[in-house]
C-alpha cells in the first residue's frame, strides 16, 4: 500500500517562502508521476505542479516562476519550494502520485499566507 505523508506546511508572511515535502512509502521511480495540488476553503482542488518519472516538470500558470518541485530520489521525497508566496496560495496542499493509473493521495499540509 503506498503511503504519502506531506509536511512542511505553516504559516508565513507575504513574500516569504516555504518548502513543503512529501514522503513516500516506496520508490519514487515506481511512480508515473508526482504532483502537488492544493485547495482553498470554499473551492475546488486544483493542480499546482508536476513532476514526471522522466524529471520533467509542469506548473500551473499562477505559480509559474515561483514554486519549484523537485525530488530526491534516495530519500523517496518530492519537494515543492515555494517563493513570493502571496495571500492567494493560502490552502490545504496535497501531495498525489500515480502508479499504474492508480492515483494516490497524501492527507495534506496547511499553508497560510497572512500579515
Known amino acids: 500500500q503506498v503511503q504519502l505523508v506531506e509536511s512542511g506546511g505553516g504559516l508565513v508572511q507575504p513574500g516569504g517562502s516555504l518548502r513543503l515535502s512529501c514522503a513516500a512509502s516506496g520508490s519514487i521511480f515506481s511512480f508515473n508521476v508526482m504532483c502537488w495540488y492544493r485547495q482553498a476553503p470554499g473551492k475546488q482542488r486544483e493542480f499546482v505542479a508536476a513532476?514526471?518519472?522522466?524529471?520533467?516538470?509542469n506548473y500551473a500558470d499562477s505559480v509559474k516562476g515561483r514554486f519549484t518541485i523537485s525530488r530526491d530520489n534516495a530519500e523517496n521525497t518530492v519537494y515543492l519550494q515555494m517563493n513570493s508566496l502571496k495571500p492567494e496560495d493560502t490552502a490545504v496542499y496535497y501531495c498525489?502520485?500515480?502508479?499504474?493509473?492508480?492515483?494516490?493521495w497524501g492527507q495534506g499540509t496547511q499553508v497560510t499566507v497572512s500579515s
Open positions: 513532476m514526471y518519472s522522466g524529471g520533467s516538470t
Open positions: 498525489n502520485a500515480v502508479q499504474n493509473l492508480r492515483g494516490y
